[in-house]
């Protein structure tokens, strides 16, 4: 049975899940669902999702949410497919899993908040900068950062020497942070700025960029 994604453009998580399922190159139905209408409030949305939210995937007899969720049942189901998404060696493994716990727990906060107020607010919205925000929340990131660019001498990816998940996670809000002033932080990290710009020419996230573009998107 086909894959279904349902999602919202230009929704982080639901690009997290959608690009773990093109490095899969697998076909997959993309749904769009309409939040302006609040149809991910609705009782069929809510019963794919209790928390009404995107996104949601469907493969066959298996409907799950969370975006970190989707990307490692989709990495472990197909492992015979695509991209190797995940270590074999569970030592290996268990440093891989590290990263991905400090994208969803240090990364993502700062991110997401800069994202929203100078990708949103700012650029597509044209309403001034909160400063107090971006005062709270860039030297957060900057933190992050530091730490990424030491990690980022020792090996070629957070989870090691491929490319994996855990870099994989990160995808959508470095490419949204990029458009932003906060472009500057990762330019001055040598090792985190080459990071990103590899993470970013990958096929499966030019798909991304494409879809972003088509919908009137950067
Ligand atoms: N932790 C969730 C977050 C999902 C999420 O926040 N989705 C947003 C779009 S990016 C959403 O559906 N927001 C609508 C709402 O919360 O009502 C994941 O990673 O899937």
């Not at 290996?92 to 994208?103: F, G, L, N, R």
């Not at 980022?152 to 990160?170: I, Q, R, V």
Request: hydrophobic content about 45%.
């Amino acid at each position: 049975m086909a894959l279904k994604l349902y999602g919202f453009v230009p929704s982080n998580a639901t690009f997290r899940a959608l690009v773990s399922l093109y490095e899969k190159d697998l076909d997959v139905e993309f749904v769009k669902v309409h939040m302006a209408d609040r149809e991910h409030k609705t009782p069929q949305f809510l019963s794919r999702n209790p928390f009404g939210q995107v996104p949601v995937l469907e493969d066959g007899d298996i409907t799950i949410f969370e975006s970190r969720a989707i990307t490692q049942y989709v990495a472990r189901a197909y492992a015979d497919k695509g991209t190797d998404l995940m270590m074999n060696d569970p030592k290996k493994m268990a440093i891989q899993s590290v990263w991905m716990e400090v994208e969803a727990h240090q990364f993502n906060l700062p991110s997401h908040k800069l994202v929203i107020e100078l990708y949103i607010n700012v650029l597509h919205r044209g309403r001034e900068a909160d400063e107090a925000l971006l005062a709270e929340f860039e030297p957060k990131l900057e933190s992050v950062l530091d730490v990424y660019e030491k990690r980022l001498t020792e090996s070629k990816y957070l989870g090691g020497d491929s490319f994996t998940l855990a870099d994989l996670h990160h995808l959508p809000n470095v490419h949204y942070l990029m458009m932003t002033k906060v472009k500057k932080l990762f330019d001055a990290r040598p090792h985190v700025s080459a990071w990103a710009a590899d993470i970013l020419s990958r096929p499966a996230w030019v798909k991304i960029v494409s879809m972003l573009r088509s919908e009137g998107f950067v």
